[in-house]
C-alpha cells in the first residue's frame, strides 16, 4: 500500500497546487477502486478513528436518566431524550434540519427502538443510525472516540471520498490519517489493496493530486 512518505509529498503538491481562500479548507482523500461488481451490493459504512484531529467531530447522544446526565457531563453536542424523539417524529422538516447538524448519534440501548420508529427513516439513508450504547457503558469514552472519527461511506460505487484534516495541520499528521483510512479500507475490500485502482488527495477547492506512477506500476 501507498506509503506515508509518499502520502506526505501529495499533501505538499495539493496544498501548493490551491489558491489561498478565505476559508480553512479541508484535505480529502479520495480512492478509486477495481475488480469489483458494484452490482452484487458492495458498500462500505465505516466508522475509522483519525489518529491527528484539529476538529472535532459533532457528536449527539441520545439517552435519558443517568447515560443523559453524564453525555452532558462530558460535554456532548447535544442531549436529546424521549420528549423531543416525539417532537421530532411528529415533524419530519425539523429533524432532517437537525438530523444534518450532527456527524455522529450515539443511544442508549433501552431507547434505540423509539429512535428507530421516530427518526430510523431518515438516520439511516444518510448512514447515521445511532451507535448503540449499553446500560452503565462509559459514555465519555465513547464520545472521546467519535470526536476524532470519520465516517467512510459509498454505495453501489467505485470510488469513496472523505475529509482527513484541513490545510492547517502539519503535513505528516495529514499523511498519518491518510494512512489510517486507506488501512481500514483496505481490510473491507473483497482482495484488499489490489482493488485500490488510485488514490488521490486534494482541498476543498483544489484538483485531486493523483498518486506517483510507481505505485500504480507495483500493483498493475
Not at 64 to 91: C, Q, R
Request: charged share 30%.
Amino acid at each position: 500500500m501507498i506509503t506515508e512518505p509518499q502520502l506526505v509529498d501529495m499533501i505538499k503538491e495539493a496544498k501548493a497546487a490551491t489558491k489561498a481562500k478565505k476559508f480553512k479548507q479541508s484535505i480529502e482523500l479520495i480512492v478509486n477502486f477495481k475488480d469489483i461488481d458494484v452490482k452484487k451490493g458492495f458498500a462500505l459504512n465505516e466508522v475509522v478513528q483519525l489518529p491527528k484531529t484539529s476538529s472535532p467531530a459533532t457528536v449527539c447522544v441520545i439517552a435519558t436518566g443517568d447515560m443523559g446526565t453524564k453525555a452532558k457531563a462530558a460535554k456532548a453536542d447535544s442531549v436529546i431524550g424521549n420528549e423531543e424523539l416525539d417532537k421530532f417524529g411528529a415533524n419530519k422538516r425539523e429533524s432532517r434540519k437537525f438530523i444534518n447538524k450532527y456527524d455522529f448519534f450515539l443511544a442508549d440501548t433501552q431507547i434505540m427502538p423509539t429512535v428507530g420508529k421516530t427518526l430510523g427513516q431518515l438516520l439511516g439513508p444518510r448512514g447515521k443510525m445511532p451507535t448503540p450504547v449499553p446500560f452503565n457503558a462509559p459514555i465519555e469514552s465513547f464520545l472521546a472516540r467519535f470526536r476524532s472519527s470519520i465516517k467512510v461511506r459509498t454505495r453501489a460505487s467505485l470510488s469513496v471520498s472523505c475529509k482527513i484534516g484541513d490545510e492547517s495541520m502539519d503535513d505528516a499528521d495529514l499523511a498519518i490519517n491518510a494512512h489510517a483510512v486507506l488501512s481500514a479500507i483496505e481490510k473491507k475490500l473483497p482482495n484488499g489493496e489490489k482493488n485500490m485502482k488510485r488514490v488521490m488527495i486534494k482541498t476543498t477547492m483544489g484538483k485531486p493530486i493523483k498518486q506517483i506512477q510507481e505505485v500504480k506500476k507495483k500493483y498493475a
